[in-house]
C-alpha cells in the first residue's frame, strides 16, 4: 500500500473528461448498466485494471465513485468506460433518468483493483451489484491463455435481481468455468438453490482448488464470506475483498473513504484480508470483518 | 539556529523588514483589535509590529485551503477549471504550531493545484513564542514553541528588545536582501541569547504529563484498540457534531463537494470543508454506516489528529498542540480534555 | 459571529472570541451559517401573481400591486380586514417598523409572529405573576449555579451554547435535573430525570411544590418579603402529594420529592425551560406553576438562578420587546392603556386603535372564515410550521392578497399574490435581542443580491405608496424612534452597542449599564411577585382505540425552523434523513416497523408518511416528529383547534395519532 503523499508527481484535477451515454441495458429492476463512450478516448482510462473505479460526473448533481463492469482496454472496447449501477441516491436517480446522447463526465481510473490475473485457481464470490466489478475481473481472466479453472459464486435476492444474466448463462456453459448461484427468496421460476452464498464457498473452493479469492458485496456477506473462506483453508493475503466507502474526490484528499490510516479510494478499493487485519476500523460490527479481530487461520500478522 | 541566522540590532529592523515585504505583496498580521480579538487582517506594514500577540481563533489554513473553493464552473459548452489567480502574501507572525500544520498540510496537498496555486504566492515569517500561551500545548507534541521549516523567514526576540532573524529558503532570503537591513553577525554570546530564550520558553507550559500517556495509549501499535471502547463510548454523547474543531483544526483537511446550480445551463462545482464528527459524513447512500455512532467519530477524529499512524502521510502526529479545538468544542473534549482523560484515568 | 467577506461573498464564518456568550464557539448552524446566503435561488426581484403565476416585476410595480391590494381590504372590510405577521428572524427594527406598519399605517392591532407558537405562554405568565416575560438571568448564571433545573428543553440541540454550559455545569459539580418525556441528552446525563408522560408537568410541578411546603423547604422570608398570594398557593397544594402525582406522570414519588428537595434546598438553582412547557393547552399554566415553583423557594432575583425560558429563535425576544403582538407595543405596553396609546398616537400622527388584535391562529381563523382579507408576512412560513397544515393553507388560500416577504420561495410564499425580496442578516444593519435580552448589534457584510432590501425599508416604501410614511431612513432611525418609545430600551443606542456583547435591557438610561439579573429589588411595576394558584389540565387530545399513541414534536441541533435556510447549507441538509418519527421499540416490535422503515402517521386532521427511527429516547406510547422538512410535515396531524386560552398558543406538543407500517 501507498503512503501519503504519493510520489506521483501529476497535480490532480477535477475536470472530468467529457463522455456521452450510448447504450442502457435493464439488468434489473433497480439496476442498469450504461455505457458510456468518452469523447475523445482517454489513454489513462484505456489502462484501467479491473476493480479500479471512476468518478461519473453529472453537472448539476455531483459526483459518485462507480466500479467498472467492463473495461476500455483488456476485453472491452477502447474508449468505452462500462458502469453497472443500482439506484440509491440522488446521483443515481438522475443517472437513470438519463437517455442515450446524454453527456456526462469521467474521471479515473483511480484505487488499486484486484490481483493481476496470474493463472491461480481463483474464486468469485459476489452478492447482489457487487458481481459488476467482478464481472470485469473475470471477463479479463476468461481472455487469458492460458487461464487456470476458476469458480464464480453468486448470490441475488431474489431471482429478478440478479444481474448480468446472460453472462451468468454463458460462464454456466464456459469450459473450466464452476458457477454456484442462490437467491435467498425463490420464486416460481428458481429452480436452483437458495440461501446465503456463503454456503456455497467451501463446495466451490474444493471444486477448482482454489488458492485466491475475490470478494464484492454488501459489507455484512463480505464479512460472512471471507471467515469462510479462511475456514476454508485460503490464505488471508490470497483473500482479496473490495470495499465500499462514501467518497468525493478518488485522490485520497476529501477524507471521506478513510479506514484507519489507509484510504480506500487510493490504497484499496480492494484490499487483501491480511491488510485488512491490521485496520481496527474494519473489525466493528457495521464494517463487518469483526471475524479479523482473532484471525481464525492463516498468516495475519501486524 | 542555523549558520545564516543573523542579528538584527533593535526590534525597529523588523518593521523595516515588514515595509519592505508589503511593498510588493499583501502583508497578513494577526492584529488584536480594541475588543482584544486576534484575527489575521491585512496590515500596511507602516503600523507597530505587535509582538506576543495571542494566538488567532482562525487559523492560517483558510489562505491555502479556503473554506469554500469553485473548483470548476460550465456553461452550456465548456467545463473550466478554475484554479485561483493569488497575489503574492506575506503571512508575518506564524506561530510554530501553525507552521508545523502548514507542513503538514503542504504535504497532504502536495498534488492539489488549488492549494498549491496559493501556496506557491505566500511567504512565511514565523515568529517564535517566548511563553507558553492559554490552553497552548506545542511543546507536548513537538510542534513548539520555537518553529521547526517550513517558514521562509522566523524571527526571534531577545529579552533586550535585539532580533535574531533565520532565513528558511532562498526566498526568505532574498526578501531579508531586498529589505536592506542593517544587519550583524550573530556571535556565540546571541546563540546563547537564543537558546536561553527557547528554553525558558519551553519551562514557560505547564507539565501535563498526561499526554505523553495519552499518546502512548492512541498508538495503535501498542493496543490496536479497537472502536468502541468504553471511555470513548462515554465521549460520544458530548460531542454535538458542531463542526466547530474540524474548523479551527490547522490540520484537518476534509472536504466535500458540492454542484451549485440553479437549473440553467451555468454551474459551479464547489468544495466545502466536512467534518468526519458528522453522522452524514460517511453515512453511505444505501444507508450502511461504517461509523454508526458519535462515539465512533470521536474517536476516529482523535486517532487520526494524535496516532502515529498518519505520521507517513503528514510527516508528524496530526495534532500541533495550538488548543483551538478545546476553546470551541462544546462538549469541552477537545485535544486537552480527551488527552486528559485517556492519560490520567488509565 | 465574524464573516470574512471576500469578492462579494462571505469567505468564512467563525465564531467571536471576544463575545461573552459565544467565547469562541457556535452551533453546528452557526458554523454553516452564511451557505443558504449564496443560494441560488434566493429572491433577487419581485414577484406578483399574474394570470395564475409569480411573474418578476419592478419594486414600483410590485409596491404599486400590495398597496392597492391592502387598500380594498381596508375598503371592503375595515382597518381590522388585513394583518401583519412579523419575523423573529429578522431585526428589531424590521419588528418594530412592522407593528409601526400594521397600527399607525394599517390602522390595526393584528399583528403578531411566531413567538405566538413558541412562547407567547411565557409572556403571558411570567408578566402576570413577575410583570416581565423574558428569563429573568443570564446564561453566564449557568456557571454560578449549584442546581440546574431543565423542563421540556432538548437544550444542547435546540440552545447548544446554552446545552454546552449547562453539561459544563454538571461536570464541575452543579446537580442536573430535568423533567421531560424525553431521553433528551441532557436528561441521559443528569443526575436525576423526571420521564413525565406527555402533558403532566403541572400534577408534578404542584407535588414538588407540595413537598417543599410540606417539608419547609420554602424561602418563607422572601415568600413573606417579596411575593403576594402565598396563602392561596399554599392551601391550593395541599393535598397535591407527590402519592397522587406519581401515577399521573408516570415517575415514582420518591424522585419526585428529590427533585423538590435538590431544587429547594440548593442556594443557586437555575430553572430553564423550553416549549415543551409553552406548547400546550395549559401553556400559561405551566408557566405559572414553574415561576410558583422558583418564587416559593426564593430563586428569582439572585445570581445563579431564576427562571429562565430558552427562546429559540435569534430575535424571537427582540420581536416580541418591539411590540410585534398584538396586544402590546414595544416594551410591553399595552394598547388598552390610553396613555400608552396616546404616546405612540402622538408620536406617529395618528389615532391608533384600541382594541387588541388578532393572534396568528386568529387570524388564520379570520382568514378562514372570510373576515381577514389580507396578510403581509414577514420571514415566516406558517405552512410548514403552524399546526395543522391543511387548515392553514385553506385560510391563507381564502384571502383576496397575501403578502409574503422573504429570502426564498418558501411553501407559504409560493401561495402568495405578491413575493417580496428580503435582505438576510448579513446584507442589513439592525439589532437582534437575543433570550437573555442581551441587545446586540449586527451589521451589514455584504450587499443583498439583486433587488432584495430590508423588511423595514420594504415597509417604509409600503407605507409611502399608501401615503402614509413613517420616516424612517435608515436602521438607526428606526432604532432611535424605538428607543424613545421604550422605556426599557431607553438607554441603548448604537454607539453604545459598538462593543462584542451589547447591552442587556433593562437599560433605562444612557449611563445604566443593562442589567444581567432581573427582580434584584422587587418585581415592577407591583413590587411584589403574585403566585397564583394552577389547576390540572390534561392535553386536550389523549390517546383513545382509534389513535393509541401520543405525539409530540421536536427539533434537530442540525435543522432551524421550516429549514428555509439550514436546508440550503449543505452539511447541515446531509446530516439528517428528510423527516422522521422516533419510536420506542415495544411500539415499533408491535407493528414490525424496524429503523428505515415507511410509516404512516394519522390524526384527526390528516396524514403523513416518513421513515422511522427505533430509539428508547422516547417511552412506550409517544412518537415524536421534527417539524423542519416539509417533505414530512408534522403539521399535517397538529391539533390547531386547542388553544391555551391566554395566550392562543396552540398544543403542537401532544396530540393522538396511529402509527402503521406501509407496505
Avoid at chain 2, 14 to 33: G, M, N
Avoid at chain 3, 62 to 69: I, P, R
Avoid at chain 3, 416 to 422: F, G, M, S, T
Wanted: net charge neutral; aromatic share 6%.
Amino acid at each position: 500500500m501507498s503512503a501519503h503523499p504519493s510520489p506521483d508527481p501529476r497535480p490532480y484535477s477535477y475536470l472530468p473528461f467529457p463522455a456521452r451515454l450510448t447504450t442502457v441495458i435493464d439488468e434489473s429492476p433497480d439496476t442498469r448498466t450504461f455505457v458510456l463512450g468518452l469523447e475523445p478516448p482517454v489513454a489513462a482510462l484505456d489502462g484501467a485494471q479491473p476493480g479500479q473505479f471512476v468518478m461519473l460526473s453529472l453537472l448539476g448533481i455531483g459526483e459518485a465513485p462507480f466500479t467498472m463492469s467492463a473495461l476500455p482496454g483488456a476485453g472491452g472496447t477502447p474508449g468505452t468506460v462500462v458502469l453497472t449501477v443500482r439506484r440509491m441516491g440522488v446521483l443515481t436517480t438522475a443517472l437513470f433518468a438519463l437517455t442515450p446522447g446524454a453527456r456526462v463526465g469521467v474521471r479515473g481510473p483511480f484505487g488499486r483493483g484486484f490481483p493481476d490475473a496470474d493463472p491461480v485457481p481463483t474464486l468469485y464470490v459476489a452478492g447482489g451489484c457487487g458481481l459488476a466489478p467482478l464481472r470485469a475481473a473475470i471477463v479479463c481472466e476468461l481472455a487469458q491463455p492460458r487461464a487456470a479453472p476458476l469458480a464464480i459464486v453468486y448470490g441475488a435476492r431474489d431471482p429478478v435481481t440478479r444481474i448480468f444474466k446472460t453472462d451468468l448463462a454463458r460462464w454456466r456453459h464456459t469450459p473450466g468455468v464452476r458457477m454456484f448461484e442462490r437467491v435467498d427468496h425463490a420464486d416460481e421460476t428458481w429452480d436452483g438453490r437458495v440461501g446465503s452464498v456463503v454456503d456455497d464457498i467451501a463446495e466451490a473452493v474444493a471444486a477448482i482448488g482454489a488458492t485466491r479469492a475475490v470478494v464484492c458485496g454488501p459489507p455484512a456477506m463480505s464479512a460472512l464470506a471471507a471467515a469462510e473462506l479462511l475456514r476454508a483453508g485460503l490464505d488471508a493475503g490470497a483473500v482479496y475483498v473490495a470495499l465500499e466507502r462514501y467518497m468525493k474526490c478518488g485522490t485520497g484528499q476529501c477524507g471521506h473513504c478513510y479506514v484507519n490510516q489507509r484510504y480506500v479510494c487510493t490504497d484499496g478499493p480492494v484490499f487483501t484480508l491480511s491488510e485488512l487485519c491490521v485496520l481496527p476500523e474494519t473489525w466493528t460490527a457495521n464494517s463487518g470483518f469483526a471475524a479479523l479481530r482473532n484471525p481464525p487461520a492463516g498468516p495475519c500478522h501486524r | 539556529m542555523t549558520a545564516d541566522a543573523v542579528l538584527l540590532p533593535n526590534v525597529d529592523a523588523v518593521d523595516v523588514l515588514r515595509a519592505s515585504l508589503a511593498r510588493d505583496a499583501v502583508l497578513w498580521e494577526p492584529t488584536v483589535d480594541v475588543q482584544g480579538r486576534c484575527e489575521w487582517a491585512p496590515v500596511t506594514g507602516r503600523e507597530p509590529f505587535v509582538w506576543n500577540a495571542p494566538r488567532p481563533l482562525p487559523t492560517a489554513k483558510r489562505f491555502f485551503f479556503p473554506a469554500r473553493e469553485t473548483l470548476l464552473r460550465w456553461g452550456r459548452d465548456e467545463v473550466t477549471e478554475t484554479l485561483p489567480v493569488v497575489r503574492p502574501f506575506v503571512l508575518f507572525g506564524v506561530a510554530a504550531c501553525d507552521v508545523a500544520a502548514i507542513a503538514c498540510q503542504d504535504r497532504f496537498f502536495t498534488r492539489d493545484p488549488y492549494y498549491r496555486r496559493r501556496r506557491d504566492q505566500a511567504l512565511l515569517v514565523a515568529v517564535n513564542c517566548l511563553a507558553a500561551c492559554a490552553g497552548g500545548f506545542c511543546r507536548d507534541v513537538g510542534a513548539g514553541p520555537f518553529t521547526e521549516r517550513p517558514f521562509d523567514i522566523a524571527l526571534t526576540q531577545l529579552s533586550d528588545g535585539r532580533v535574531v532573524l533565520e532565513a528558511g529558503s532562498a526566498r526568505g532570503a532574498a526578501a531579508v536582501d531586498a529589505a536592506r537591513l542593517c544587519t550583524r553577525a550573530v556571535e556565540d554570546e546571541t546563540r546563547a541569547a537564543v537558546a536561553a530564550a527557547r528554553s525558558t520558553a519551553a519551562a514557560s507550559f505547564a507539565e501535563r504529563p498526561f499526554i505523553a500517556a495519552a499518546l502512548e495509549r492512541l498508538d495503535g501499535r501498542n493496543a490496536g484498540e479497537p472502536v468502541g471502547g468504553p471511555e470513548w463510548q462515554a465521549l460520544g454523547p458530548a460531542c454535538f457534531a458542531c463542526t466547530g474543531c474540524t474548523s479551527l483544526c490547522p490540520t484537518c483537511s476534509c472536504f466535500t463537494i458540492v454542484d451549485e446550480a440553479d437549473g440553467s445551463e451555468r454551474g459551479e462545482r464547489v468544495r466545502f470543508w466536512d467534518s468526519c464528527l458528522l453522522e452524514g459524513f460517511q453515512r453511505e447512500s444505501s444507508g450502511h454506516h461504517p461509523a454508526p455512532t458519535a462515539a465512533d467519530r470521536v474517536r476516529r477524529f482523535w486517532y487520526h489528529k494524535l496516532s502515529p499512524d498518519f505520521v507517513p502521510a503528514l510527516g508528524r502526529i496530526g495534532c500541533v498542540g495550538c488548543g483551538r479545538c478545546d476553546t470551541t468544542c462544546l462538549g469541552a473534549i477537545g485535544a486537552l480534555s480527551v488527552m486528559r482523560r485517556l492519560g490520567i484515568s488509565r | 459571529m465574524l464573516l470574512e467577506v471576500e469578492d462579494g461573498r462571505v469567505a468564512d464564518v467563525r465564531p467571536d472570541g471576544a463575545h461573552p456568550v459565544a467565547r469562541g464557539q457556535h452551533c453546528a448552524k452557526g458554523w454553516s451559517a452564511a451557505d443558504f446566503l449564496r443560494s441560488h435561488d434566493r429572491l433577487r426581484t419581485p414577484l406578483v401573481r399574474n394570470g395564475g403565476a409569480l411573474q418578476p416585476v419592478s419594486w414600483p410595480a410590485a409596491l404599486a400591486a400590495a398597496a392597492g391590494a391592502l387598500r380594498a381590504a381596508r375598503a371592503e372590510g375595515g382597518a381590522d380586514a388585513v394583518g401583519v405577521v412579523a419575523s423573529a428572524r429578522a431585526t428589531n427594527e424590521d419588528a418594530f417598523a412592522a407593528m409601526k406598519f400594521a397600527r399607525a399605517v394599517l390602522g390595526t392591532n393584528n399583528v403578531d409572529h411566531c413567538a405566538r407558537v413558541c412562547h407567547s405562554p411565557s409572556v403571558a405568565g411570567l408578566t402576570r405573576t413577575l410583570g416581565s416575560g423574558a428569563m429573568t438571568n443570564s446564561i453566564a448564571d449557568i456557571d454560578r449555579a449549584d442546581c440546574l433545573l431543565v423542563v421540556g428543553s432538548d437544550t444542547t440541540e435546540n440552545h447548544a451554547i446554552v446545552g454546552a454550559r449547562i453539561l459544563a455545569a454538571h461536570a464541575r459539580g452543579a446537580r442536573l435535573v430535568v423533567i421531560d418525556p424525553r431521553r433528551t441528552r441532557l436528561a441521559a446525563a443528569a443526575d436525576l430525570h423526571l420521564q413525565i408522560r406527555l402533558g403532566t408537568d403541572i400534577p408534578v410541578i404542584k407535588a414538588m411544590l407540595q413537598t417543599i411546603l410540606a417539608h419547609g423547604w420554602e424561602d418563607a422570608a422572601y415568600l413573606d418579603a417579596r411575593c403576594a398570594n402565598a396563602a392561596a398557593l399554599r392551601a391550593s397544594v395541599r393535598d397535591c402529594t407527590p402519592e397522587r402525582a406519581a401515577p399521573v406522570a408516570g415517575v415514582a414519588a420518591a424522585d419526585i420529592v428529590r427533585a423538590a428537595e435538590v431544587y429547594a434546598t440548593t442556594p443557586r438553582a437555575f430553572l430553564a425551560y423550553g416549549i415543551g412547557v409553552t406548547q400546550h393547552v395549559c401553556g400559561t399554566e405551566n408557566v405559572v406553576a414553574l415561576s410558583n415553583l422558583a418564587l416559593v423557594t426564593g430563586h428569582v432575583g439572585r445570581d445563579g438562578a431564576g427562571i429562565n425560558p430558552l427562546r429559540g429563535q435569534n430575535n424571537v425576544q427582540g420581536a416580541c420587546d418591539m411590540g410585534a403582538l398584538p396586544d402590546v407595543y414595544s416594551g410591553y405596553q399595552r394598547v388598552t392603556d390610553a396613555a400608552a396609546r396616546a404616546r405612540f398616537g402622538a408620536a406617529w400622527g395618528t389615532a391608533l386603535p384600541e382594541h387588541p388584535g388578532l393572534t396568528s391562529p386568529a387570524m388564520q381563523r379570520a382568514a378562514h372564515d372570510g373576515t381577514l382579507r389580507a396578510m403581509v408576512i414577514l420571514g415566516e412560513d406558517p405552512i410548514v410550521t403552524d399546526p395543522s397544515q391543511g387548515f392553514v393553507s385553506r385560510a391563507l388560500g381564502a384571502l383576496d392578497c397575501l403578502i409574503v416577504v422573504e429570502l426564498f420561495l418558501t411553501d407559504t410564499a409560493r401561495m402568495a399574490d405578491i413575493v417580496l425580496p428580503a435582505a438576510s442578516f448579513a446584507e442589513k444593519d439592525g439589532t437582534f435581542t437575543s433570550t437573555e435580552r442581551r441587545v446586540q448589534r449586527v451589521r451589514r457584510a455584504l450587499p443583498p443580491p439583486g433587488d432584495a432590501r430590508p423588511d423595514w425599508q420594504i415597509l417604509e416604501a409600503l407605507a409611502a405608496e399608501l401615503g402614509a410614511p413613517m420616516g424612517f431612513t435608515s436602521a438607526e432611525d428606526v432604532f432611535g424612534e424605538m428607543v424613545g418609545l421604550t422605556p426599557t430600551y431607553a438607554g441603548i443606542s448604537y454607539e453604545r452597542l459598538a462593543t462584542p456583547g451589547g447591552l442587556q435591557w433593562p437599560c433605562p438610561a444612557s449611563s445604566h449599564p443593562g442589567t444581567a439579573v432581573l427582580h434584584r429589588d422587587g418585581f415592577p411595576p407591583r413590587g411584589r411577585a403574585h403566585l397564583l394558584p394552577v389547576v390540572d389540565v390534561p392535553p386536550a387530545e389523549l390517546p383513545d382505540a382509534a389513535y393509541p399513541l401520543q405525539l409530540t414534536t421536536i427539533r434537530l441541533g442540525h435543522q432551524y425552523g421550516s429549514g428555509s435556510m439550514t436546508r440550503r447549507a449543505p452539511l447541515l441538509e446531509r446530516e439528517n434523513p428528510l423527516g422522521l418519527l422516533v419510536i420506542n421499540p415495544v411500539d415499533a416490535g408491535a407493528r414490525e416497523i424496524a429503523t428505515g422503515t415507511a410509516v404512516r402517521i394519522c390524526s384527526r386532521r390528516g396524514e403523513v408518511t416518513t421513515r422511522a427511527r427505533v430509539s428508547d429516547e422516547v417511552p412506550p406510547g409517544l412518537v415524536a416528529m421534527p417539524y423542519h422538512f416539509r417533505e414530512a410535515a408534522v403539521n399535517a396531524v397538529t391539533n390547531h383547534e386547542a388553544l391555551d386560552p391566554l395566550s392562543h398558543m396552540p398544543e403542537l406538543k401532544v396530540c393522538a395519532v396511529s402509527v402503521e407500517r406501509v407496505q
